[in-house]
């Protein structure tokens, strides 16, 4: 039942069409969704000045075309995160308008580009180089959202000191997204160092007792650092989302 | 070094006193924190308008009250967590300024209340009433902080009606806390429901399969809404701390 | 918002005494629960013939008390599960008509019982003794929602002759609860047996491999007979609760 | 020992051909299964209407098409679960009567269709698009045996309106199935609103956190709303044989 | 149905009295246990010259004397294990003939001693001192069933010269059990020196990496010395059950 | 140090060639094999009949004929374990004389048979057909060892009945060795029919809460029938090993 | 045999009073611990100047008392590890001479005190106050050693800082021991700044997914900075011992 | 800021081109780095003689060439661990220089070879050959960095008599690591005949209850030989790499 179909049904009460009665009991089994709830989700994505993502992993070649074309057509811009090479080639032949980015592997169309954030950039730091695919999934998510980005990458704690020299530009950050494998540390040492929120992602790189990321999971989550908060393991694609959701919504730079 | 010491330093090569390159080798030797670093820190804590909070498990009574009077001395408050009722009131004879709160395990003291921030409560939801304690310890650590708190609590999914009447107070959080135990489904309805940034704190609430907590935490990681984070089990602080790492520095209410 | 003031709103629609626009924004903002959800949810209460039932564990004595009196009052029953024994005996002081079972834990009271079910009894098998409280934590929720209940105790796969000599009353059975600690083996057994619905209740008896319970529910889960459904460890109270959804609304036995 | 042999073995005790004592002897080392109770439980498949399901993991083509050939021969019809598409390929060129169904992953043939049951539909529920190939082995199983399903997709928590319009299927229903991967949250929802018997299936869908289906058993388990029963991860052949034990043996539709 | 019953049966068949078709009708329904299966049950016990071992965890005060005077009223002689000293000294102010083991935490009487069996003795072989309850119940196992012991106490790994000069006593024996916490390396180590059984089994002795007897449990499962059988954690009693069954029924020593 | 070298040390202590002192230092240094201890060794493969079996897993086609090779000169017959069928494809092209066997998944030659055993066959028994493979390693293992082998397979404990039938030629094994996965029960159904040694291997059979073969491993070890040893997951080679230790050295038939 | 046995052995074949053969035999089934290896282990203890540490969990009062008066008597000296403080009460009543060290939990004795060492002091260092004991363990045992410690306490990487003043005294140790919970990454931070051996000690700080020590005793495993060695949880004792085989055998300080 | 910028900056401080206050500002907000902790990190490469060593699991063949490549430029060495055959080959075809290793997997080149160590070998023991490759990258990596290695391979604890005849080879060692999968055992044996620093390396080499290395590790971590230290499973590298801090720095062997 959309508004329309409201306003008719109590205009029909107002005239006498149908009694209040049965008025009541069409409006008891309304469907919850057509009460405005959906439209508050649909808000929420225009607010955030980003379409919905799709999730590539488990879904064949013609459905991402699909559903891609469909987000293109709507809104001008599409991301697919989490598409293998092969996979990414064959939907790139199929719409040549999305690009393959190989490392974060994501596929990207942006025809109308995303409103620019006014914040300052979100920060991005990773322990190791073999980090980078899942920050750069966040990296990527967050400049189709409109946000800027600052990448302070290879930054781990074994060489502290490549860290040290930095707290000028995390200081400057709205939020800091901490991408780390192994023992998963270095959100720790950042969280200590800065005041804005942190949020921490453990990558599954290391072997044996790396435990495929649960061990940097855990290490994060009990983290001696206060307020530092967690996302799934490898999720670059959930921390740039949270970070959206603190950015807020979507207010565009002023004009000069 | 501190900075006079530093300063002092840099006068004596100025006249003459001492040669520049033995300047330079006491400097290449200062300790980090001397230059200015915990400054940085001691800055965070004033920004965010809350002192060293204290974490009573595992320390002793005479521990408790030493560190408390202290804070009390410097800050006119102070807020210890995770206290056990005993304990409580041993620390109580000796230092009747601090309350305890038996349901959040805190003590407190506020003689020197904090600034109070404008910003709009922070939402603390419940799924149950066995979740109450992790959540007024959040509560209580943002009140401590001056952040205003507004509490939905009891509301599970299993009766997930008592939820949807409350998507006004949900939807005008800043920040929204969702504490859950059993099967953590909680901060997925509220995900999809809100925009703006949803920290879940998993309980160690029920048995068995609940597994002291584990199964919340790993829900609400790989939780279907997107851009939700978590902190560890049990910890209200935790989150409370994230709050306001998010909220940013105090600003005062605006007189009127 | 009740179905009365509903009615109310509508018959001001009818009049003219409030816009069919200003109606539609109150509705779209109605609670979800107000819309008549919460009566269903009552309605199932009724249909099954038993109301809340009271998880005691994390409550206090008050507490206990407080909500027992509260269900005496409307429902003229009440029943409470997991009462450890000297919480048990100082909520019996307070409110005497709860009596205590021992070794189901529970407090129950019956001054008006329910309606009896026309169902054959449900059988409850267990395989040791040890598993005897979960048992009765299932049969006491059984009783107190009016369904009878047929015991097979001690009938553990060890001991395989013991049970093959009682298929005639397995068989007999709509519903069979085979609670079963160690390698929960049983309801692999049971349901080769017979053709009913099967609910399997691991149980935390045994010790090491036995991994408190664990082992018995993994093995419970992929057990070699189809269709066997499982719950919580040490469950009895939800084994009970889905036996009641598959006996369905109470039927009063008819009259000779 | 088959009743034939028995019959024979009690003539000859009749007319003295054997004394008692040897025909005790016999008795005495009679296999089990030649007293009955194979009968029983060819009895059980006979009332549920579905001959033995093929698990095809694990067999080869040749034992697949032999044992699918036999089962054609007896019943007229025959199932086999969890067949890949290349087996699937190479089983239907020797047996091309079998028809593979790609989503759900079986083979299956009903030249000789199932006595339809007379009851209403089983509803199936999934949390996401990826847990599709579970509802379907689930709902390919109950349409072998006769019954009729009614589809509800794609309905999780993130996006709880949707489920919220569709109560009203939910509550028909004799049994719901609800599938979901990730933190397993819908059968909490879900029990929440019906009061019909519930299962839930885990799926494997997710990564990191998910713990390859874990986290949904666990959460399921540990599910908020009492009276839910679950079956292993990935189980749709489980949960179907389960809705079939509520459902009891075929009747047939009455004719008009 | 015992054996007179099924004699008088079959002699009614004989004599005219009931018809084949009655007495098949009662043989399809006869429970398993009458056909004398149970008998060998009882036979088993006979032949290993041990009657049934109480497992006293989880029983009460009055259920052990209750179990033990009827075994020692039929046998003359009883066993009843993981029994705690302050339950242990109640048992006994009832049933004075128990006598209790402090370190065997086993309570005993054997006012009719076990016939002794021929065999050598069985070598019992600890790591540490902390192992010595585990393997003295085991050693109080096999003497309540007439075997006879020899005990290795203190033969750890990491002072491999103490086993070494051991190796004649190993030798003798015609099952060995290797008690072992920690890491569980001693079976590995025997059963590279011995051909004889070897039954391992692992002990909570140790913390932290220990795993409360997992890693010695999993250590000894994948020992490199083969054709180790390992049994639960800190099951003495099993082992003792595990090496009767291997010395096989009791024969008497041959009169000289 | 062979005993020859030993002899010639001790005979030039006895003509004077050295000193006392002087052969003291060399038997103190005396590598500890060369004491005898490898004769042990020795001794053991001998009475048990069987030479050392490879582990074929993670060696190469050269390693593996090179020792199948010396074993076949030295003892006339060689078993390799283990081997995947492209490897035993390799190996077979080099050295004709090993026969594949598919579904143990063993290399095996018998030039020189072994000598067979006087002992009644080991009874191996498996719950469902995937259990197969790891049954058959274990047989060959046996035959390879002049041991005789009465297989009974498919009893699963959902169709208990199979099962009972056969409780004769349980009885009279001198060891049964029960090869079962999922939740691993049928041990504790055998052992509690049996008085002989039962060896419990768990198989990986099965998905989701099967957790690889865990679910079976823990079930065997809490088994509730006493006496139950357990061996590694998949290992029939162990298990048969185990049998072999049971059934000690070989005596050979008696002439007729 | 000890080498008196042995020569008298020689002597023998050397006068011919037993024949080269007889003496043969008697070598051959000589214990190893006989020929000198038991003292190879005396020797080790000497060498390290520490006689064996007395493991005070799991042993009585009298045990304690029993053992530690011998080593008194011995050595002059005697060390007990983990005792708590009713048991220590209770020892040093027995036994005055031994002191209680109540963060350490040892009890410790030292009349003749150790022969000091002449390597620069060990440096212990501590994330948390909560590690203290863990490190007092350590350092008391280094102290029965003889080994001089250097503490560096509460440098958690929450407060990097801290620790980056003081890798003065880090660089000048032989051996660095860190010891620290929660998520463990302090040896990450230290092991980059240092290149002395490191060994890591993980305690049981923190709750949830501290998981017991777990948590940092992986993340220490998986450390990003190479050559870091890890200890079990709560092993202050064998930090110091690894420490200890590192400085190696005692060699006391030259006189001036 | 490099120590000439810093010079400059304190030579203006003399000669008053800028105040002390600027220059203070300035030196506060040094990035850490700058001030020679790099060079600490630096020399630590030197004193051990090994340059930094390339990880090459998940590198790209363009990406460990060019890495090489610097490497040797450099220091006329390089080692790159962990590179599949595949990988080896294509990066040998584009740097000839580079040898592979195939046990090990490991790419090295050493046209300048370290300087030799005077220390005596590091002794590498193995339980079984399929540890020889985690044993071998330890080997590469001590030759690498100029330690000569002494290698004792298959000498497992089912075995025991292999060990006993090499501890004059142990004795001498300076460090000796140990790498065993399957239980782990062989530390503790080792560990309890030797003095000298013991790393233990856990290996993957197994199945079922050897947990993929886990059961080692955790074995070894409660190993009974006291002073054992541990490192992640399959980590040969940072085995040496411990191995290496113990030994310190290079110093060349003496001239004759």
Do not use: W
Request: glycine letters at 10%; charged letters at 20%; hydrophobic letters at 50%.
């Amino acid at each position: 039942m959309d508004p329309d179909t409201l306003r008719v049904l109590l205009d029909q009460v107002r005239t006498g069409q149908i009694a209040p009665e049965q008025a009541m009991t069409q409006l008891q089994q309304l469907p919850f969704a057509d009460l405005g709830y959906a439209r508050v989700d649909h808000h929420r994505h225009l607010r955030q000045g980003i379409p919905e993502v799709v999730f590539g992993e488990g879904k064949t070649v013609q459905q991402i075309v699909g559903i891609a074309r469909a987000l293109l057509e709507r809104h001008g811009r599409a991301l697919v995160t989490r598409v293998a090479p092969d996979k990414a080639e064959a939907v790139c032949r199929e719409l040549p308008e999305l690009e393959y980015d190989t490392l974060a592997r994501v596929l990207v169309a942006m025809r109308a580009p995303p409103r620019a954030r006014e914040s300052a950039p979100v920060v991005l730091v990773t322990a190791g180089t073999s980090d980078l695919p899942v920050a750069e999934e966040a990296a990527q998510t967050l400049r189709f959202a409109g946000a800027s980005v600052d990448r302070l990458y290879d930054a781990g704690v074994a060489g502290i000191h490549r860290l040290m020299g930095e707290i000028g530009r995390l200081s400057a950050a709205p939020v800091v997204i901490v991408v780390a494998g192994m023992e998963g540390a270095l959100p720790s040492v950042v969280g200590g160092l800065i005041a804005a929120p942190l949020i921490a992602v453990p990558t599954s790189v290391g072997y044996g007792a790396a435990l495929s990321g649960f061990t940097a999971l855990m290490g994060m989550l009990t983290s001696c650092a206060s307020g530092v908060t967690v996302v799934n393991i490898d999720n670059g694609f959930g921390a740039a989302m949270a970070a959206l959701r603190i950015l807020g919504p979507v207010r565009a730079k002023a004009a000069p």
